[in-house]
């Protein structure tokens, strides 16, 4: 069972930026970041595949966020800028146990990571 485990949520201004990271604790192939905020359902955000070499976006964060990731340390990045407050969320990493799939859909990940606040003020 791989365990992930996210770090770099928190407060931040509108027009800010952070960086979340995810590391996990053994392979994992495509990963993703969903987030969900009170009283809706949890959203695709972001993924990538396990090259690294395509990326994945939701519309609503196209242009603004930016997902990495670092094999030799199991971990992937989301790089969040100019952020707003329809940004705020608890962000959740994943992880898919097998190659390929549609990294946009919630089904496709076997493992699931605790989630990081990110709230953006006004």
């Known amino acids: 069972q791989v365990q992930l485990v996210e770090s770099g949520g928190g407060l931040v201004q509108a027009g800010g930026s952070l960086r979340l990271s995810c590391g996990a604790s053994?392979?994992?192939?495509?990963m993703g970041w969903f987030r969900q905020a009170p009283g809706k359902e949890r959203e695709f955000v972001a993924a990538?595949?396990?090259?690294?070499?395509?990326?994945y976006y939701a519309d609503s964060v196209k242009g603004r966020f930016t997902i990495s990731r670092d094999n030799a340390k199991d971990t992937v990045y989301l790089q969040m800028n100019s952020l707003k407050p329809e940004d705020t969320a608890a962000y959740y990493c994943?992880?898919?146990?097998?190659?390929?799939?549609?990294?946009?859909?919630?089904?496709?990940?076997?493992?699931w990571g605790q989630g990081t606040q990110v709230t953006v003020s006004s």
């Open positions: 994943a992880g898919a146990s097998y190659f390929g799939g549609n990294l946009r859909l919630r089904s496709e990940y076997k493992y």
């Open positions: 053994g392979r994992t192939y495509g």
């Open positions: 990538i595949d396990w090259t690294g070499s395509t990326t």
